[in-house]
């Protein structure tokens, strides 16, 4: 079954709106990391976490690692059309070495 | 522009034909990988190669067999697919194995047919 869940699966936003997606494990993560991928595209490296309570910015994004290491957040202020894609966590689990894509979050951002 | 590069871009197949996939990286990474995207779901991972050794194989039907003849490059060999099996094929690689804090860097993909 899918290890790690990401809500919502789909957001539609106005322009200059803000947006969240967020990643849930049941397990504790080694790490996690973010990718974007555009319509059509292949998915691109944004930011790693790694540490508990982790918070790390990019300009309009924000990203943040929970307490547990369980689950994380990525925020963006202001979203700009250029926003549009699909955002996918991807996590290591403590309990071995396998690698997980997140569900999705599938961002439209409306001009 | 992507620092990995996979041909074809496009490849549309008959269930009985053979055809192999390519991958080719040139930034020294050690560890690469096949992936598998049907549409509006997220990369599943078929294949790890960490140091030209296979390390990690996501229990895949035998009709795909990988091949990784030396660090730079990754095939994926195809032979007696199924219509499930199209979908994106999707060639990444990192520096070190995934989950060892390393990002990983994707390919443009393959875009995969079956008839």
């Known amino acids: 079954g899918q290890q790690v869940m990401q809500i919502p699966q789909y957001q539609h936003v106005q322009e200059g709106e803000d947006f969240t997606t967020y990643c849930n494990s049941s397990t504790t993560l080694s790490n996690i990391q973010w990718y974007k991928q555009r319509p059509g595209g292949h998915p691109v490296f944004l930011i790693q976490l790694v540490k508990s309570g982790e918070v790390k910015k990019q300009k309009r994004l924000t990203f943040q690692f929970g307490e547990a290491k369980k689950n994380s957040s990525l925020h963006i202020t202001a979203t700009q059309t250029t926003d549009v894609g699909t955002y996918f966590c991807?996590?290591?689990?403590?309990?071995?070495?396998?690698?997980?894509f997140g569900t999705g979050t599938s961002l439209t951002v409306i001009p | 522009d992507t620092e990995v590069t996979q041909t074809p871009k496009h490849l549309v197949m008959g269930m009985t034909n053979k055809k192999s996939l390519k991958c080719e990286q040139h930034?020294?990474?050690?560890?690469m990988y096949w992936y598998k995207q049907k549409a509006k779901k997220p990369p599943e991972l078929m294949f790890v190669y960490s140091y030209e050794k296979l390390s990690i194989n996501e229990s895949v039907p035998s009709r795909f067999s990988p091949e990784c003849p030396n660090s730079s490059l990754l095939n994926l060999h195809l032979h007696a697919l199924q219509p499930e099996d199209s979908a994106l094929y999707l060639c990444?690689?990192?520096?070190?194995?995934?989950?060892?804090?390393?990002?990983?860097?994707f390919g443009d993909g393959t875009r995969l047919s079956i008839l």
């Open positions: 990444a690689s990192s520096r070190t194995r995934a989950g060892a804090d390393q990002p990983q860097h």
């Open positions: 930034m020294g990474h050690r560890a």
């Open positions: 991807a996590a290591t689990l403590n309990t071995g070495n396998q690698f997980y």
